[in-house]
């Protein structure tokens, strides 16, 4: 059981690259996560998928796409890089979202991104 | 809207030293309430959760008693190891979301 799982690890873009963050869960949680984690502000939540077939903005969406190909797998795609989205990515999934749902969250490892 | 405020890091203590890390928040009704800890190089775990006024929630010896009259949530162990060195999130579920919001993060390190 590999929980949550992210590729790749560390990744160097120059500005206006393209590029997609792997996610995937073995959980058979229904609902997962994309947060950035920047120094000193915490994670914020780009995009979450509640359930398979449906995706919604989290408090930081611009510059990001994200597909929920499966219910094992959440991708994030930058379509431009720019170097404001230097950061750590994290990928993360739950049983349930909503206030009914067991709503621990689960993170995967990481992926450390660098726009130059 | 829906916040979370926890002191701010680092926090540097010896070994067997007392901790609290302060947390408070701001929320409608009544939200489910987190810490989670990140380990060097690792992704954020769940160490302990709260879901309703006065529940204390514990964990490896680190305990959190949801204060609904202080909107508080601290972050408490008795005697801390080398091994709790990590950045500690507090973090809050409303109750009628599906999100969760963090807080900044408190960077604590011990002292051997």
């Known amino acids: 059981n590999a929980g949550v799982t992210q590729t790749p690890k560390f990744q160097v873009l120059k500005t206006g690259q393209s590029m997609t963050l792997q996610c995937a869960q073995d959980?058979?949680?229904?609902?997962m996560y994309w947060y950035r984690q920047d120094p000193g502000m915490g994670l914020r939540l780009i995009y979450y998928s509640a359930s398979e077939g449906t995706t919604d903005k989290g408090e930081v969406p611009n510059g990001y796409n994200v597909s929920r190909l499966n219910k094992r797998e959440f991708s994030l795609r930058l379509e431009s890089a720019a170097p404001s989205q230097t950061s750590v990515y994290f990928c993360?999934?739950?049983?349930?979202?909503?206030?009914?749902?067991?709503?621990?969250?689960?993170f995967g490892p990481g992926t450390r991104l660098t726009v130059l | 809207g829906n916040s979370v405020t926890q002191m701010e890091g680092p926090v540097t203590l010896s070994e067997e030293a007392f901790l609290t890390i302060n947390c408070t928040y701001t929320?409608?009704?009544?939200?489910?309430l987190f810490w989670y800890v990140q380990y060097p190089g690792e992704g954020l775990q769940l160490l302990l959760k709260a879901t309703k006024a006065d529940d204390k929630g514990s964990n490896k010896g680190f305990e959190a008693t949801y204060r609904k009259e202080t909107t508080s949530f601290h972050l408490e162990k008795g005697s801390v190891q080398v091994s709790d060195s990590a950045v500690y999130f507090c973090a809050l579920r409303g109750s009628s979301a599906s999100k969760i919001i963090f807080g900044s993060g408190t960077r604590l390190s011990i002292r051997p």
């Open positions: 959980m058979n949680h229904n609902s």
């Open positions: 993360a999934s739950s049983e349930h979202a909503g206030p009914s749902g067991t709503d621990t969250q689960y």
């Open positions: 929320a409608t009704g009544y939200p489910s």
